[in-house]
């Protein structure tokens, strides 16, 4: 590094200092400097103060540039820059910015979440999530990924997909880690089922499946019971279809309630083009008279007053959208069969734009 810096500093005196950023965090990382030394480290470079706020409500620490700790106070406007799991850096720099302050909160933000990874006691419980719902994971990493997590024995188990974003307060105390998968990045969420009255399952780790517990599960995919460790990773292919079902709402989705239209959806992964009456769902969406949810009512069977009402026109306006709909759509639904494939085209369409980290 010091012979490349050296190299560089007749050419690009700019590079060479951001060389020297790198490699003075490098330093520290190497060095297993805490989490506070680096942030002291920071601000004795930057000549400013600076701050970091964990996420998940930790205490908020800042450092000022002679590396005192100061009082707790949130980033506001200062330059920042997010990182982990809702985790903050930021500089607190008065006047023009100066060249490596982008530099140093990237090398800063990666020399924390390094540092943190390091003394992260939840590291093997996430781990073993992801083992748990990868399929392909052999029988014995199952039972032994199993064994480091708090499940009571005999359990069955359920799969919960919700975004990146969702960050404590869906199931606090039960087990979590990101996961990669084709269709995006989703936040993993096991939770042991214990029987209960009757021999009903419930979630052990939560209360019953009450509308209070909905309204703070929020946007999800709950999926179907597990009732054996090899049985998760069906669990959690599920609960992903669930979720990329949620769209726009702000309610979990059941994929025990989907019953077989869970069997055609999870049938479209292999799919490499989208069926016609998909593309025709999007070409009346491209529209200028077509929403979701107008031609989900649509499927619902709505009466055409009704849908004015939802669209905010006059009925004879509808009406004549409507008598334009089954050209359009290559379909006429306005009778039960077609009510049923424009549902099932609804579907399949948001299934095929759904994006996990994202309101619709």
Do not use: C
């Not at 205490?59 to 009082?71: C, H, I």
């Not at 979590?176 to 989703?186: L, P």
């Not at 599920?238 to 709402?249: D, E, F, I, K, M």
């Not at 709909?325 to 299934?351: I, K, N, W, Y």
Request: charged share 20%; glycine share 10%.
């Amino acid at each position: 590094m010091r012979e490349l810096a050296g190299k560089l500093s007749a050419l690009d005196p700019e590079a060479t200092e951001t060389l020297k950023v790198i490699a003075y965090f490098d330093t520290l990382v190497d060095g297993r400097v805490s989490i506070d030394g680096i942030l002291r480290g920071a601000a004795v470079l930057s000549g400013t103060a600076v701050g970091y706020q964990p996420g998940e409500r930790q205490t908020t620490r800042r450092y000022s540039s002679d590396g005192e700790a100061l009082d707790p106070k949130d980033p506001g406007s200062w330059p920042s820059l997010s990182f982990g799991a809702g985790s903050t850096v930021w500089l607190e720099r008065e006047g023009p910015h100066h060249a490596n302050d982008a530099m140093i909160l990237e090398r800063l933000a990666i020399a924390v979440s390094v540092s943190t990874q390091r003394f992260d006691q939840h590291a093997p419980a996430r781990r073993a999530v992801e083992i748990l719902v990868t399929a392909g994971t052999s029988a014995d990493e199952r039972e032994e990924a199993l064994l480091r997590l708090p499940f009571p024995a005999r359990s069955s188990f359920r799969a919960i997909a919700v975004p990146v974003s969702a960050t404590g307060g869906v199931l606090p105390h039960a087990p979590d880690a990101v996961v990669v998968t084709r269709f995006g990045m989703a936040r993993a969420i096991l939770a042991s089922e214990a029987p209960g009255p009757g021999g009903a399952q419930r979630l052990s780790s939560a209360p019953p499946l009450s509308d209070e517990y909905r309204e703070r599960v929020g946007r999800a995919g709950i999926g179907t019971l597990a009732r054996t460790a090899g049985d998760i990773p069906d669990s959690w292919s599920s609960a992903l279809t669930a979720l990329r079902l949620a769209g726009n709402t702000s309610k979990p989705v059941y994929a025990d309630e989907l019953g077989a239209l869970l069997h055609l959806a999870e049938l479209t992964h292999t799919e490499a083009n989208p069926h016609p009456d998909v593309i025709a769902v999007g070409r009346a969406l491209a529209s200028t008279w077509w929403t979701e949810l107008l031609l989900q009512a649509v499927a619902q069977g709505s009466s055409r007053r009704g849908l004015a009402t939802l669209a905010g026109v006059h009925h004879s306006t509808m009406e004549a959208r409507l008598s334009k709909l089954p050209e359009l759509l290559g379909f006429d639904p306005s009778r039960p069969l077609g009510q049923t494939r424009l549902g099932v085209a609804l579907m399949l369409h948001r299934l095929t734009h759904a994006q996990l980290d994202s309101q619709g």
